[in-house]
């Protein structure tokens, strides 16, 4: 039972555009939501969080959008940089939570 | 300010053996959560302790255990080891119980022969 979703593996994207990575949810009872990124051989990195309440959050060239009616969420990166080539992990919390849950990763490949 | 550390990094053991892995919480931070993150997947939560008390459980048996200690370090104990328990074990260290932003750490790589 994937509580989040990532449903595309990888994605592969030209230097300097835009990545659009997308993650789905089925437990309505999220209400904080999470990217990490993560390098080979490296533990995953916080990257960037929304809560429910809000609809979009900016932090430099990244930008989570959340639609909660659809149970969806997407993370923007522009521009692309071949340093974002990485794992990245969609991930959601609730309300007094002790864990978090986290979808299956997207493999983002930046190309030059 | 020291991150969040894990020991060892890599592990071999053999079937029905027991292990021991080690983490060093982030400085200023009470909870540890432990992940399980076995190939291609995402991590999945194996339990969390703040303030040395198991505060949450996943869906893990209890043959893995642990402990946090009051300098807010943490073991995760496996017993009877399976094939497959072989995984990235990992570490995630936060100021408080909610994990709105967890710290991990680099992760125990753990193969069972």
């Known amino acids: 039972d994937q509580q989040v979703k990532q449903n595309s593996p990888s994605l592969s994207v030209q230097e300097g555009r835009i990545s659009i990575l997308n993650c789905d949810y089925t437990n309505s009872m999220f209400d904080y939501f999470l990217w990490y990124k993560k390098y080979p051989a490296e533990g995953p990195t916080f990257l960037i969080s929304?809560?429910?309440?809000?609809d979009k959050n900016e932090d430099g060239r990244f930008t989570v959008f959340l639609n909660k009616s659809a149970k969806h969420l997407s993370l923007h990166i522009v521009p692309s940089q071949p340093g974002d080539s990485a794992v990245y992990f969609c991930a959601a919390s609730g309300n007094r939570d002790d864990k978090i849950i986290f979808g299956k990763g997207t493999r983002l490949h930046i190309l030059p | 300010e020291t991150g969040v550390t894990q020991s060892p990094t890599h592990l071999i053991k053999t079937r029905g053996q027991q292990v021991t892995l080690r983490c060093s919480s982030q400085s200023g931070h009470n909870t540890v959560s432990w992940y399980q993150q076995a190939l291609g997947q995402g991590p999945q939560f194996i339990f969390q302790y703040y303030r040395e008390e198991e505060n949450g459980r996943g869906n893990f048996p209890p043959r893995f255990s642990g402990l946090q200690f009051p300098n807010y370090s943490s073991e995760l104990n496996v017993n009877a080891l399976e094939l497959d328990d072989s995984a990235l074990y990992l570490c995630?260290?936060?100021?408080?119980?909610?994990?709105?932003?967890?710290?991990f750490g680099q992760g125990t790589r753990l193969t069972v022969v």
């Open positions: 929304i809560s429910s309440i809000k």
């Open positions: 995630a260290s936060s100021p408080r119980v909610m994990n709105t932003e967890a710290f």
